[in-house]
Structure formats: structure tokens, C-alpha cells
């Protein structure tokens, strides 16, 4: 009897039950060849949800979500919702998705293959070859700390860190950087901020006590930005806090070309939580013109968590080899292939590697 991975689909809105569709079609071949099967259940979520139900994250869909293996997401949002009260918008279903889970760290892969370096905003051979991991904290730092105020001529916002989660935090890095490179940076502002500070101290002790294998440098988060932007190969695992990594992220996220290449995971809690780090570009929903590729290679991410590493990179593979062939998306050529053509593009050559191997 093969193995079957149960995941709770999260389409979406926008683009998002389009990517996802793409992903599981991919995923399927794969657990088809490599004998598991992919059992999915869909549940609403975000925009989606408020139509359905009036909030964005329904206890239904909570329940189904910690008890699958893993969690795909899509995307969510649009204008369509924007004229909410801040508790009912899509984006405070995410956020609540994640505390339910307790993830507490994510993880964003930034490749360039060679295929889509001319497509950065930075010249090709700055850029060919990039191969960093942003590890960030999600569920501390100034987006949850108290006190926080906003009154009518002042405001403030609390940057509170504890060692065990700086420690949590960084463990996921040095295992990460253990895979890979070896060599961690490690993100802060301890020049000036307390918090900064014991981030930098508990990382050395750690790296220290338990990870000195591991090549550890330091940088302040101002010269971290300068330093991706100048030499972007110079990275391996970067390692930060929750605002420093959604800058530093979405920064590093512009060396592809396009975020629609760039797949994220969302780790540590009850259930593993993979989606594209693109929004749900609700201007070209139900065009069969969105990538799918980051959410191609989010579901690549999702099953290499669950164990299935070779067929992880079975799909990676598969989607270079389109990429390289020249099947670009609408996003990455003005006369770019549909989303439905580059996945069935991928899944031809998933089967083509099966048959030669040329590709496993």
C-alpha cells in the first residue's frame, strides 16, 4: 500500500486557487511515480472565507488545518476587502492561521537559475547562480510585542525578544545552514536596539556551545541590505528577526525577477505551513496567465519536510528544465506561456525523467 500525504488546501483568492491547482497536478504526478498518493482536502480561507462565512479563518477550516500532515496555501487578498474593519480582512486570517499553528519560523529559499537572470534588477552575473535562505522569526519582535499604542499625537510599538526564542530561532538556521553552505549570518541592530543585542549575544553562545561547525558571521541590518543588493552569492543562510526578515525577504526576493518564482514554508508548530510568497493579483484571476512556479516549488518544499527529499527534487529539477527550455510565464516574457501549458510543461517532463531518468 503506498504512503499518502493528507494536505489541507487553502486555495484562496485571486490567483491563488489557479497556483495551487497547478502545484497539486505536479504533486501528483510525482506521488504517482514515486508511489504515494496526495490526498487533499479544500477549506476557505481569507477573502474567500468572509464571502462564505463573514470572518477569514473558520473554526472549520482551523480544525482541518492541525489535523493534516501540511498546509498549501495560495494567496489571499484583493481590494474587494479592503473597506473591512482590520479583524475581518484577509490578512487577519493569516495571521491568526499562524498563531493556531504556532510556526514560528520562516523559511524563504531565494534561487536564481541562469535562466532568469537577465530578468533581475541587478546585472545577470551579480545575480546567476544566487543559492540564500532567509530564516525568519514570526511570531515575536515589534509586530506582537506589548505595550503598543497608537493614540492621537503619538504611538509606539514594543520590540520584545526572550532568549529561548531567540535560541529556537536560530537552532532552525544552523540545522538549515548544516544541509547547505554551512554558514550563517546572523541579522540585527545591535548597535543600537537592547533587543539586538541579546539576539547577538544568545546566537553566539548557541553557535558556540553547540554549532561551531557552523561558519557564523554577524552584519547590522542596514548593511545586510547593502550587501545582498552588492554581492548576493556572498549568502548562504541568513538568519533575523521578524521585521528585519520581512524587509531583508522581500529584498531578497527581487534578485528573481519576479516574486512569482519564490516559494516560502512557514515551520515549527502543529502543522507545517507552505505558500508562494506572490500575492493573489486579483487583475489577472481566471486568465490562466499567473506562475505557478512558486507554488510549484513551495509543494516541492512541503513534501521534502514530510520526507519525500528525492521527489522534492525530482520537482525542482522538472521546473528548471522548463525554465531553461525558454517556457517563461506571462510575468517573465511579454509573450509568455499560460499557467496551464508551463504546468503541463512540467508535468511532461516529470513523466520524460521517469521514463529516462535524465532528470532523477
Known sequence: MSQRV????LPGDGIGPEVVQSALRVMRVVGDRDGF??????HAFGGAAIDLTGEPFPASTKEACLNADAILLGAIGGPKWDGLDASRRPETGLLALRKALGAFANLRPVTVPDALAHLSVLPPDWVAGTDLLVVRELTGGIYFGEPRELGADEAFDTMRYSRLEIERIARVAFEQARQRSRRVTSVDK????ASSKLWRSTVTKLHRSEYSDIALDHLYVDNAAMQIVRDPQAFDVILTANLFGDILSDLASTLAGSLGVLPSSSLGGATPLFEPVHGSAPDIAGRDEA???AAILSAAMLLE??????SAQSMRRAVDHVLAAGSLTRDLAPHGVSTSTFTDAV????EEASASSTLS
Open 37 to 42: 498518493e496526495v490526498e487533499t482536502g479544500e
Open 291 to 293: 506562475n505557478p512556479v
Open 347 to 350: 508535468c511532461t517532463a516529470l
Open 190 to 193: 545591535a548597535n543600537v536596539l
Open 305 to 310: 519536510e514530510l520526507g519525500f527529499g528525492s
Open 6 to 9: 493528507h494536505i489541507a488546501v
